[in-house]
T-cell receptor, first 114, second 110 residues
Framework: DAMVIQNPRYQVTQFGKPVTLSCSQTLNHNVMYWYQQKSSQAPKLLFHYYDKDFNNEADTPDNFQSRRPNTSFCFLDIRSPGLGDAAMYLC?????????????FGQGTRLTVV | RKEVEQDPGPFNVPEGATVAFNCTYSNSASQSFFWYRQDCRKEPKLLMSVYSSGNEDGRFTAQLNRASQYISLLIRDSKLSDSATYLCVVRGPAEGKLQFGAGTQVVVTP
């Protein structure tokens, strides 16, 4: 059974229309990450939660926001999607942030902006 | 300079051959290291963690060289199913963030 679940798998949105991507986990992990991955590029960390503590990357645009209402769920909100935001969005979890703890990924949401 | 760098390849490998490739990281205080495998348009999946003493999992061997700040992955007796992109992942000292390399593409041919 999938332990990190992302919905939807594919999302098409209009330029400028807000969109929300969701991630849920059954692992009870403390840390949840959101990555953006464009074709043939490394996944780029947007932000992460350590429990309720939100950690934004310095170069993450303000257009990207996140919410974590409880341990199991985390949302990525894109307030005004642009064509450049088309990408695969990956959610990952890890038990904590210490040495040796690996991350588990959801299947990703592929976002298309039209 | 990128925090994690990999040769993008592709490494074209005949079935049954051995292939090896490296990944370099810039922060000497990095805490832990992993190899992930990513198939086309799929999510990354953990292949193996990399330990200081080196470790082996079947046909896969990973090594860490802290002095030169690189990790390596060796695949023996390559199978067609080994064709994928191999992502080097480093957990840094700052908040334990996971930083990814762009991946090394391996193509195993019959």
């Amino acid at each position: 059974d999938a332990m990190v679940i992302q919905n939807p798998r594919y999302q098409v949105t209009q330029f400028g229309k807000p969109v929300t991507l969701s991630c849920s986990q059954t692992l009870n992990h403390n840390v949840m990450y959101w990555y953006q991955q464009k074709s043939s590029q490394a996944p780029k960390l947007l932000f992460h939660y350590y429990d309720k503590d939100f950690n934004n990357e310095a170069d993450t645009p303000d257009n990207f926001q996140s919410r974590r209402p409880n341990t199991s769920f985390c949302f990525l909100d894109i307030r005004s999607p642009g064509l450049g935001d088309a990408a695969m969005y990956l959610c990952a979890t890890s038990r904590d942030r210490g040495p040796g703890t690996e991350a588990f990924f959801g299947q990703g949401t592929r976002l298309t902006v039209v | 300079r990128k925090e994690v760098e990999q040769d993008p390849g592709p490494f074209n490998v005949p079935e049954g051959a051995t292939v090896a490739f490296n990944c370099t990281y810039s922060n000497s205080a990095s805490q832990s290291f992993f190899w992930y495998r990513q198939d086309c348009r799929k999510e990354p999946k953990l292949l193996m963690s990399v330990y200081s003493s080196g470790n082996e999992d079947g046909r896969f061997t990973a090594q860490l060289n802290r002095a030169s700040q690189y990790i390596s992955l060796l695949i023996r007796d390559s199978k067609l199913s080994d064709s994928a992109t191999y992502l080097c992942v480093v957990r840094g000292p700052a908040e334990g963030k996971l930083q990814f390399g762009a991946g090394t593409q391996v193509v195993v041919t019959p």
